[in-house]
């Protein structure tokens, strides 16, 4: 197998918008205007056998920027006990942190034409139903409060779904697009019907710099900047909120301090808006020690992170799977990119929804951390907040 990379001023003149080139079904991931869009698959296999191909793959030229050249895209599932499902694309448009566009195009692959922009009809009808049933959801958030009031665990992660019917297929390209107006500094993200924006950074590699941007413990956003702001205070000085936020911090820096030779965090969490709620977050950032991780290896070793899991990991995970009631698959995992030199990106899988092969219904994902101060009606609450951007997205005509 083979693959080139060349610059896209090769071909046209033209400035491709990476959401135009993925539109309603191809692949996307992108940030602030940096990341890909790809089409076609050349390649599809687990996470072993993804990383082995791409070592296989010559590639002409040698020397391109990070993200430039044949890449691997994909999930990591909630439950890394189920494999993971990665594609090679046949053509990939990426642009890098230095402003350039790249196409790499897989043995004869040719580059293909864009298609239009579809839209909702206005007589495209709506309608949502819960998933799991609210009495279920409550009972998980309590059982997973007593068991943190008892000592067994320090935090549980408790989700629900929702499920959204329609009586037209909804336009993938036409949902990215309002999900980058709504969620303009989050990963945005397109896999086989599985959509999202992501505003959690699970961890990324480009070259030795190694990062991960941990968010947990959430308000709301109301609209109002004066009553955002006290909001946000409160979120700040809320000690049940910084005691769900210190857990996924430490374990995140605890799993990847073996590989640097240096990391830094900040001292103190920040505040981190996202389209109707703001959460408490923190990055971190370090120099990589030799022999280098594979980003691949420590996304592996992150996922599920308290922030969707709880800790300890497995007596969290033991409890979610008796109580929550549902399959989470793809949601609370990671979605993201690795290239042969272990470099990547991988988002935290939230904020997202998994539509089925027709398009005509998403089923929709949101969780909260439990501590021993968590409030059953108030967790409620938090995933109604985090699911309304989402419903709104894909709801908007």
Not at 37 to 55: C, F, P, Q, T, Y
Not at 127 to 153: H, S
Not at 254 to 270: G, I, K, M, N, R
Request: contains cysteine; aromatic residues 6%; negative net charge.
């Amino acid at each position: 197998m083979k693959a080139r990379s060349f610059p896209l001023s090769h071909i046209t003149d033209r400035e491709i918008d990476l959401n135009d080139f993925a539109g309603s079904s191809g692949f996307l991931f992108v940030r602030e205007g940096v990341g890909f869009a790809a089409v076609g698959i050349s390649a599809r296999l687990n996470a072993h056998d993804a990383r082995e191909l791409l070592k296989g793959i010559e590639h002409s030229p040698a020397d391109t920027p990070v993200g430039v050249g044949p890449i691997m895209f994909g999930s990591i599932p909630f439950d890394t006990k189920r494999a993971a499902d990665f594609i090679l694309p046949k053509v990939t448009l990426c642009k890098t942190r230095e402003g350039d566009t790249w196409v790499t195009v897989i043995d004869d692959a040719t580059f293909p034409a864009l298609t239009d922009l579809a839209s909702i009809s206005e007589n495209t009808q709506f309608t949502a139903r819960d998933g799991v049933a609210v009495p279920i959801y409550l009972k998980a958030v309590e059982t997973a409060r007593d068991a943190v009031r008892n000592g067994i665990l320090t935090k549980a992660v408790i989700a629900r779904d929702v499920f959204v019917d329609s009586t037209a297929p909804v336009d993938i390209h036409a949902l990215l697009l309002r999900l980058r107006d709504s969620f303009g500094t989050s990963y945005r993200y397109s896999f086989d019907g599985f959509v999202g924006a992501s505003p959690e950074l699970l961890v990324a590699i480009h070259n030795d710099e190694i990062s991960s941007h941990p968010l947990a413990g959430t308000t709301p956003r109301t609209g109002d900047p004066v009553k955002d702001e006290a909001l946000a205070k409160q979120l700040v000085a809320s000690t049940k909120n910084q005691i769900e936020h210190r857990v996924v911090i430490d374990m995140v820096h605890d799993t990847l301090l073996p590989h640097c030779s240096y990391l830094d965090w900040e001292e103190e969490p920040s505040v981190v808006q996202v389209a109707n709620v703001q959460h408490l977050g923190t990055r971190l950032i370090g120099k990589l020690s030799e022999p280098r991780v594979h980003v691949l290896d420590a996304a592996l070793a992150l996922s599920p992170t308290p922030a969707l899991g709880g800790f300890p990991r497995e007596q969290a995970l033991q409890l979610i799977a008796q109580h929550e009631g549902m399959d989470r698959d793809k949601y609370g995992g990671a979605i993201g990119w690795f290239d042969r030199h272990g470099n990547g990106v991988f988002a935290v899988a939230i904020r997202c929804a998994q539509f089925n092969e027709a398009r005509t219904q998403a089923r929709l994902f949101a969780g909260g951390g439990i501590v021993a101060d968590s409030d059953p009606s108030e967790e409620l609450a938090e995933t109604q907040a985090k699911l309304q951007a989402m419903l709104a997205a894909i709801m908007q005509p």
